[in-house]
């Protein structure tokens, strides 16, 4: 029997995930002419355990059912042993699935979509050396990330994140004093959020300005001046569909290599989870991943 050259991988922590017939997941994947062999957790911890264990030098794909977190928690095992990424999604927002191609459909249709899609390459950022896919924040978005519990995602899933939006800005009163170089050429003013974005979409359903594409070998940076409540919370239409050239209060650059440092230590999250600090180090490393992107995908 031929050894298998796909692991499946499924956190049934992750939004929906939980709901999985791994066998019939499975199936749709065999009978797509991978050899899958795979595993299960109730944890990312316990997973990543799983996969070091199951991981062999004839696996050549590597197929996540989870969400942004999962996905971007084994992007490091991917991009190290040089595999082929695919993604089930299963999680709350699923922004870079949505960025792959995917939309609303059943785990079932999804996993028969990826088998018989194409093969690309892709971008990836890196903060401090830690890659990601979607994007990296500091200060509001940071801080909704940090107060928002699983419960909340499981009962409101995307509709946590605009709760939490205005819970946030209404007790809000910090604003950063930044210090951005991009490419070489710095700009200081004070902000109350900073996304750099590497996919098309971050943050539960945000989209990355227009023209940004998984492979246009760039990183978008997007500021947020300070303002009142109402004023901020009228800007969301056009987060949702990434129109905010010439928007006031919000200012849309881009790089290649940039630089953040603000007046205090801050947290910085990458697709979603706490994974360094400011200052902070970006960079793009362009087409660096090679992923399956589902049958009719724009960009597959």
């Known amino acids: 029997m031929k050894s298998a050259d796909t692991l499946l991988l499924i956190n049934r922590s992750s939004g929906s995930a939980g709901q999985i017939d791994a066998a019939c997941?499975?199936?749709?994947?065999?009978?797509?002419?991978?050899?899958?062999?795979?595993?299960?957790?109730?944890?990312?911890?316990?997973?990543?355990?799983?996969?070091?264990?199951?991981?062999?030098?004839?696996?050549?794909?590597?197929?996540?059912?989870?969400?942004?977190?999962?996905?971007?928690?084994?992007?490091?095992l991917a991009l190290e042993s040089e595999l082929t990424y695919g993604v089930i999604p299963c999680g709350t927002a699923n922004d870079f699935a949505t960025s792959l191609g995917f939309d609303t459909e059943s785990i079932e249709d999804a996993a028969a979509r990826l088998v018989s899609g194409t093969v690309g390459h892709i971008d990836v950022g890196r903060v401090n050396s830690v890659p990601f896919l979607n994007a990296v924040g500091i200060g509001l978005g940071s801080q909704i990330t940090n107060e928002l519990d699983d419960e909340e995602k499981q009962n409101l899933g995307v509709l946590a994140y605009g709760k939490k939006l205005w819970e946030a800005v209404n007790d809000r009163h910090d604003q950063l004093s930044l210090t951005l170089s991009c490419d070489g050429e710095t700009h200081r003013e004070k902000v109350l959020q900073i996304t750099v974005t590497n996919g098309i979409r971050y943050g539960g359903g945000m989209m990355a300005p227009d023209g940004a594409a998984l492979d246009d070998g760039r990183l978008h940076v997007v500021t947020i001046d300070p303002g009142r409540l109402l004023l901020l919370i009228g800007l969301l239409p056009r987060f949702l569909t990434g129109r905010l050239r010439g928007t006031s209060r919000v200012n849309v650059r881009q790089g290649k290599k940039i630089h953040i440092d603000v007046h205090k230590t801050i947290d910085v999250t990458a697709d979603g989870e706490i994974v360094t600090d400011t200052p902070c180090e970006l960079s793009v490393e362009p087409r660096a991943l090679r992923v399956l992107f589902p049958a009719d995908a724009a960009g597959g």
């Open 25 to 76: 997941v499975q199936d749709v994947l065999d009978r797509g002419q991978m050899k899958v062999v795979s595993r299960a957790a109730d944890s990312f911890p316990e997973l990543k355990e799983m996969a070091k264990e199951a991981m062999s030098p004839a696996i050549r794909h590597l197929v996540i059912a989870g969400g942004d977190g999962t996905v971007s928690g084994f992007l490091p």
